[in-house]
């Protein structure tokens, strides 16, 4: 994930832990903090395999977003796992 699309994501997942605070709901915490750890080693994985691994993780923090009733976020989250699958 370069340029662009890694800001995109980088900047919908600060929304979704604003949105939804961690502290409220572990699952957020875990997916976030998932999340960004995948997009500090980016640069240094292959892209296929880093792609493998950081889908599931925005897919799941996409339905979390469901059940918070974040639909904006949610749907923006569904975009980038669907990107990723591609």
Same mark, same amino acid.
């Given at each position: 994930?370069?340029?662009?699309?890694?800001? &995109?994501? !980088? %900047?919908?997942? +600060?929304?979704?832990?604003? $949105?939804? @605070? @961690? =502290? =409220? +709901?572990?699952?957020?915490? !875990?997916? &976030?903090?998932? /999340? #960004?750890?995948?997009? +500090?080693?980016? =640069? %240094?994985?292959?892209? %296929?395999?880093?792609?493998? !691994?950081l889908?599931?993780? &925005? %897919?799941?923090?996409?339905? /979390?977003?469901?059940?918070?009733?974040?639909?904006?976020? $949610?749907?923006?989250?569904?975009?980038? $796992? #669907?990107?990723?699958? $591609?």
């Amino acid at each position: 994930m370069k340029g662009f699309s890694h800001f &995109v994501l !980088e %900047s919908t997942v +600060d929304l979704a832990a604003k $949105a939804m @605070p @961690p =502290e =409220e +709901d572990p699952r957020v915490d !875990e997916c &976030v903090k998932t /999340i #960004r750890r995948y997009l +500090d080693l980016g =640069e %240094s994985w292959p892209n %296929s395999e880093y792609k493998q !691994e950081l889908r599931p993780v &925005v %897919s799941a923090l996409s339905d /979390i977003a469901l059940q918070h009733r974040q639909f904006l976020i $949610a749907a923006r989250l569904g975009e980038i $796992a #669907r990107q990723l699958g $591609a």
